[in-house]
């Protein structure tokens, strides 16, 4: 219980921080590079991911974070059951992102975005770290996942 609550106040607490600096330092819509395929760049995401189902007058508002609180609870609970240390990380930072963005939501009305990938002139999507955390997870729910070995269970035999 004591890892999974000290990688969700973690990653929600970094992601906060950074995202207060960003609000701090730059000013909407202005373009600063950061690393070749990395612009600092400030928005604010209304909606769900990719700006999707915009929340703009506050019955949408506090539905998107009713959804987003319940979905984290339901994150929370599941890394708290986890049984792999590896799945029980990935669900942890899976939470502590997903509590960031809440956070940030509930103070805002909106998620602070600004992290804007970019490759060949082609721009992907700004993002934040609250999102890197979460990606993160899921990458490690996915190598959890993986075998460890070439071996492959027999049938009647247990998966590891």
Not at 59 to 77: D, F, K, R
């Amino acid at each position: 219980m004591a890892t999974v609550a000290a990688v969700l106040a973690t990653a929600a607490a970094v992601d906060l921080a950074a995202k207060a600096m960003a609000e701090a330092w730059l000013a909407e819509g202005t373009v600063r590079g950061l690393i070749p395929f990395i612009d600092l760049t400030l928005s604010f995401n209304r909606g769900i991911s990719f700006s999707l189902f915009p929340a703009h007058d506050p019955s949408s508002l506090a539905l998107l974070l009713g959804i987003q609180g319940t979905l984290t609870c339901l994150v929370t609970a599941w890394a708290l059951a986890a049984t792999g240390s590896l799945e029980r990380l990935g669900l942890a930072a899976i939470a502590g992102g997903a509590a960031g963005n809440f956070v940030d939501r509930l103070r805002d009305g909106a998620v602070t975005d600004y992290l804007d990938l970019h490759t060949s002139g082609f721009r992907w999507f700004t993002f934040n770290l609250a999102d890197a955390w979460i990606s993160i997870g899921v990458v490690m729910l996915l190598l959890e996942g993986l075998p460890l070995s070439g071996r492959r269970p027999g049938p009647g035999e247990p998966v590891p």
